[in-house]
């Protein structure tokens, strides 16, 4: 992919900065008491250094090395072209600490391919006169002002933020809503809300008059190394014919030479309730998946019940596309975690923790086979198979908690059940539809 202006003088500066680096250490190193210049073989003893000065002796190795460089060293910087919102919060005072369930529930951290941004106060909060505060990329601006005064009662408000060299814009929709998002006794996940966005489908759901996007997929990474990639192409998509209307369809399918060189030749298909944020997935992919959503129970979580099938596809393959004597298998579980820990800090869990994590309090797992690390898992399966699994108490319920979000649950759903360390086989496909959760 082409560099942009901005990237290209990005890196002659650092270039250029790292040559004055080294050609100063060099010159500076040679020995404590010798120091020779380039071409006039100018000999500076340390005692003449010390008459000179040290600053004066810098001031004439940057000036020697500059004349050098590539460009010049006093080039204006050019201005950021970023717009982005990185952080939203609402600063709570001494008595609005009061509208909030958790101190995590004031700021929100905004992944870089979201617009949405919401906030969740308690039931009798007033969202007439609430102002929301946002850090943004440097250099950038926000209208309507940071912390300026609206009325969140009748819906979103719109922000543009403008990028610094004015060049380019973002729009978000921020939004506040009353109450935690309140589990019922038993509630359906039909997956009959999905809708087309940025090229990919993404799924909401009907929660009391509202749709909520709970559900998250890991499309907006693949699309980084496949952007001309058609809907149907993506590892997780709707299908017209699932078990009862619409369904999901979620299929290991083969990225692309850009993907091989950072030793992620394959791409899961999956679906859980939580977040995906494409940007962390080139730094650590573990840390892309942010799994869980709070919720406010009644009732403990019980049960998980839905339906799938499965085919898992020919050739299992490794980081680097080598074939391994291994065979794939699908995965589905639900977990729910403690969302604050023992300090009060805010938790998440991720690829490397979601069932392993000390903050899980019950596991939900599907499947009547194990895979090859011994994991419960979902085999062949050619006919939709209907599923029931109870979650299993690793510690006891805290009521106050149940009712007050302290709690965060997801459901995972995956094509390939070590696809999260980029292993299994391409064409494995997982067809999900009508889960339900109950609680008792």
């Known amino acids: 992919m082409a560099l942009s202006s901005f990237q290209r003088n990005f890196a002659t500066r650092k ?41 004066k002796f810098i001031t004439l190795s940057l ?35 009061l509208w909030f369930t958790n101190a995590s529930d004031t700021l929100v951290n905004v992944q870089s391919d979201q617009d949405k941004i919401e906030f969740t106060m308690k ?25 300026s005064v609206h009325d969140f009662s009748k819906g979103p408000v719109t922000y543009v933020v403008t990028s610094e060299d004015k060049q380019w814009t973002r729009t978000y929709q921020v939004s506040i809503k009353k109450g935690q998002t309140t589990m019922p ?8 809300n999905a809708y087309l966005s940025k090229g990919y489908y993404n799924w909401q759901e009907n929660w009391n008059g509202n749709k909520l996007d709970i559900w998250a997929t890991g499309n907006s ?3 980084m190394s496949n952007s001309s990639s058609k809907p149907e192409e993506y590892p997780t998509l709707m299908i017209e014919d699932g078990h009862r209307g619409k369904g999901v369809q979620l299929t290991t399918r083969r990225t692309s030479k850009i993907a091989d060189m950072v030793h992620k030749p394959i791409a899961a298909g999956n679906l859980f309730i939580g977040q995906f944020d494409a940007t962390d997935a080139l730094r650590d992919a573990m840390k892309a998946t942010k799994f869980g959503h709070p919720f406010s129970f009644d009732a403990k979580p019980a ?29 589905i579980y639900a977990v729910l975690y403690e969302n604050i820990d023992e300090k009060g800090n805010a938790v998440l869990l991720y690829g490397d923790n979601v069932q392993t994590s000390k903050q899980i309090v019950a596991l939900a797992l599907v499947g009547e086979t194990h895979d090859d690390n011994g ?24 009521p106050i908690k ?22 299994g086989a391409v064409g494995s496909t997982l067809w999900i539809d009508s889960f339900k959760l109950i609680c008792k």
Request: charge should be negative.
């Open 15 to 55: 270039l250029n900065h790292q040559r004055i680096s080294q050609k100063i250490t060099l010159i500076y190193n040679k020995e404590k008491n010798l120091i020779t210049k380039d071409r006039d073989s100018y000999v500076i003893k340390e005692k003449d250094m010390k008459t000179m000065g040290f600053r």
């Open 63 to 97: 000036s020697t090395v500059c004349a050098l460089s590539l460009s010049s060293c006093f080039k204006d910087e050019p201005l950021n072209a970023e717009c982005d919102i990185e952080q939203a919060y609402i600063h709570p005072g001494s008595w609005l600490k």
């Open 123 to 147: 039931p009798f909060a007033s969202l007439k006169k609430q102002a929301p505060m946002f850090r943004l990329t440097p250099g950038a601006t926000i209208q309507p002002e940071s912390g």
């Open 185 to 192: 006794n038993e509630i359906e996940f039909e997956f009959e």
């Open 221 to 223: 990474g693949f699309k």
């Open 303 to 331: 049960k998980l019940e839905g339906w799938y099938k499965y085919q898992a596809g020919e050739k299992f393959t490794d980081k680097n596309m080598k074939e391994l004597d291994r065979h794939d298998y699908g995965t």
């Open 375 to 398: 994991k419960v898992a979902i085999g062949n399966t050619p006919e939709w198979h209907h599923f029931s699994v109870d979650f299993e108490y690793e510690k006891a319920i805290d």
């Open 402 to 423: 149940l009712k007050n979000g302290g709690y965060s649950l997801t459901i995972v759903s995956s094509s390939s059940s070590d696809g999260a360390n980029f292993l």
